[in-house]
């Protein structure tokens, strides 16, 4: 047998000089392992400090809600008013636009105050008509239930209680005075800084910087002029339609209902079901039989739906990009939060936390979540089947 043939069969085989011994690999897996523990212990401790700094925040916030709630409010007025107020001060002095652009806000508040207190005052007038009306329907509607020991009688205010109950909300008109003059004041001087506030912005923040705060202040100040704008036509358009539809069909203090659905649209999802309820119900008390009452029930149900979720969505577009569910949350979540105000100020609150978290790189997830779907590139209406072109096959297994 040759040597060619020996060295074939029987030598060893040269080791491979590029070859990693084992006990170098195991070390620098032990090493990855231990840098990737090391990493993920700060950000879980970073989420923990995070979430444990929103609760303490929400509770201090919660706690000085009668200084909070004015400044919350007055900067949303500061924001809708900016716009009035830059163009005044084209044409006048600064002091005398300002002095204007105050004018038309206390002259708003003094006009809703009033047609709160006429609106309590034309319903005082028909108290004892349907005070007795509600006895009636009681009186038969015990006598129908009263085979089931079912008593409803008792459960029901009296009109004059009910009456007791609105002279004690009126008598804390002290107190909403009072909240609004500081109201008024605050937004005095939100309407002194505003006009100066973006370039505080840009020469107090750092050059990386202030840009992306710019435009997150721009988006907000956009986001909620055109959801105060749209949500203002609508709530109108719902308002004068109740209004219409209720006068055609002869139910009392139509115009008061059609001022309520106005203000109650501003509540998006559930303020329109609370509108339909009172005129219901004093329909059912006004007419004599069920008809009339299930024609108004038909007829307000039909106007809420069709403007609600028909109009308004296409006309707000894209500049609300919120979760529907997220919108219901909100809503229920800053009632319980801020009462009365927080129901009203619910949208543009989630609004804002969502343009803030959008330009916070560790929050925006957070923004991508409480949206609409649109950072998706799809719609979100329509879920994407099995059969999308834009999908990868899946790798065949073998």
């Given at each position: 047998?040759?040597?060619?043939?020996?060295?074939?069969?029987?030598?060893?085989?040269?080791?491979?000089?590029?070859?990693?011994?084992?006990?170098?690999?195991?070390?620098?897996?032990?090493?990855?392992?231990?840098?990737?523990?090391?990493?993920?212990?700060?950000?879980a401790?970073?989420?923990?400090?995070?979430v444990?700094?929103?609760?303490?925040?929400?509770?201090?916030?919660?706690?000085?809600?009668?200084?909070?709630?004015?400044?919350?409010?007055?900067?949303?007025?500061?924001?809708?008013?900016?716009?009035?107020?830059?163009?005044?001060?084209?044409?006048?002095?600064?002091?005398?636009?300002?002095?204007?652009?105050?004018?038309?806000?206390?002259?708003?508040?003094?006009?809703?105050?009033?047609?709160?207190?006429?609106?309590?005052?034309?319903?005082?007038?028909?108290?004892?008509?349907?005070?007795?009306?509600?006895?009636?329907?009681?009186?038969?509607l015990?006598?129908?239930?009263?085979?089931?020991?079912?008593?409803?009688?008792?459960?029901?205010?009296?009109?004059?209680?009910?009456?007791?109950?609105?002279?004690?909300?009126?008598?804390?008109?002290?107190?909403?005075?009072?909240?609004?003059?500081?109201?008024?004041?605050?937004?005095?001087?939100?309407?002194?800084?505003?006009?100066?506030?973006?370039?505080?912005?840009?020469?107090?923040?750092?050059?990386?910087?202030?840009?992306?705060a710019?435009?997150?202040?721009?988006?907000?100040?956009?986001?909620?002029?055109v959801?105060?704008?749209?949500?203002?036509?609508?709530?109108?358009?719902?308002?004068?339609?109740?209004?219409?539809?209720?006068?055609?069909?002869?139910?009392?203090?139509?115009?008061?209902?059609?001022?309520?659905?106005?203000?109650?649209?501003?509540?998006p999802?559930?303020?329109?079901?609370?509108?339909?309820?009172?005129?219901?119900?004093?329909?059912?008390?006004?007419?004599?039989?069920?008809?009339?009452?299930?024609?108004?029930?038909?007829?307000?149900?039909?106007?809420?739906?069709?403007?609600?979720?028909?109009?308004?969505?296409?006309?707000?577009?894209?500049?609300?990009?919120?979760?529907?569910l997220?919108?219901?949350?909100?809503?229920?979540?800053?009632?319980?939060?801020?009462?009365?105000?927080?129901?009203?100020?619910?949208?543009?609150?989630?609004?804002?936390?969502?343009?803030?978290?959008?330009?916070?790189?560790?929050?925006?997830?957070?923004?991508?979540?409480?949206?609409?779907?649109?950072?998706l590139?799809?719609?979100?209406?329509?879920?994407?089947?099995?059969?999308?072109?834009?999908?990868?096959?899946?790798?065949?297994?073998?």
């Amino acid at each position: 047998m040759s040597s060619e043939a020996r060295d074939a069969k029987g030598s060893p085989a040269a080791p491979n000089e590029d070859a990693v011994p084992l006990s170098d690999a195991s070390a620098g897996l032990a090493a990855v392992a231990s840098a990737a523990r090391q990493e993920a212990v700060p950000t879980a401790s970073s989420g923990a400090l995070f979430v444990i700094a929103l609760i303490l925040i929400l509770a201090v916030l919660r706690t000085l809600s009668t200084v909070v709630l004015p400044l919350v409010l007055a900067f949303f007025v500061a924001v809708l008013v900016a716009p009035l107020l830059d163009k005044l001060r084209k044409r006048i002095p600064d002091a005398a636009a300002i002095g204007v652009a105050l004018t038309l806000i206390v002259a708003a508040i003094l006009t809703f105050a009033w047609a709160v207190t006429s609106a309590i005052g034309v319903l005082t007038r028909r108290s004892d008509f349907y005070g007795d009306r509600l006895r009636e329907l009681t009186v038969d509607l015990d006598h129908r239930l009263e085979p089931f020991g079912i008593s409803v009688s008792t459960s029901i205010a009296e009109p004059g209680q009910l009456l007791a109950m609105v002279g004690a909300g009126l008598q804390s008109a002290a107190t909403a005075l009072a909240f609004l003059g500081f109201l008024l004041f605050v937004i005095w001087l939100l309407l002194l800084e505003i006009s100066i506030f973006q370039r505080k912005l840009r020469l107090g923040l750092p050059p990386d910087v202030a840009p992306k705060a710019m435009l997150a202040f721009e988006n907000l100040s956009r986001g909620i002029r055109v959801y105060f704008a749209v949500y203002t036509f609508v709530s109108a358009l719902t308002g004068v339609c109740t209004w219409l539809f209720l006068t055609l069909m002869g139910v009392d203090f139509a115009l008061v209902w059609g001022g309520l659905a106005f203000l109650l649209n501003y509540i998006p999802n559930i303020g329109s079901v609370v509108a339909v309820i009172p005129p219901i119900v004093l329909a059912f008390l006004q007419f004599d039989g069920v008809t009339k009452p299930l024609v108004v029930l038909f007829g307000l149900g039909i106007i809420q739906n069709v403007i609600g979720s028909y109009l308004a969505p296409r006309m707000l577009g894209k500049s609300i990009s919120l979760s529907p569910l997220v919108v219901l949350l909100s809503v229920l979540f800053w009632g319980w939060y801020w009462g009365g105000i927080g129901l009203f100020l619910a949208v543009p609150l989630t609004l804002t936390l969502r343009i803030l978290f959008e330009h916070i790189e560790r929050l925006r997830f957070v923004a991508v979540l409480i949206g609409d779907g649109r950072e998706l590139g799809e719609d979100p209406s329509t879920p994407t089947s099995v059969d999308d072109p834009n999908l990868e096959p899946a790798a065949p297994q073998h």
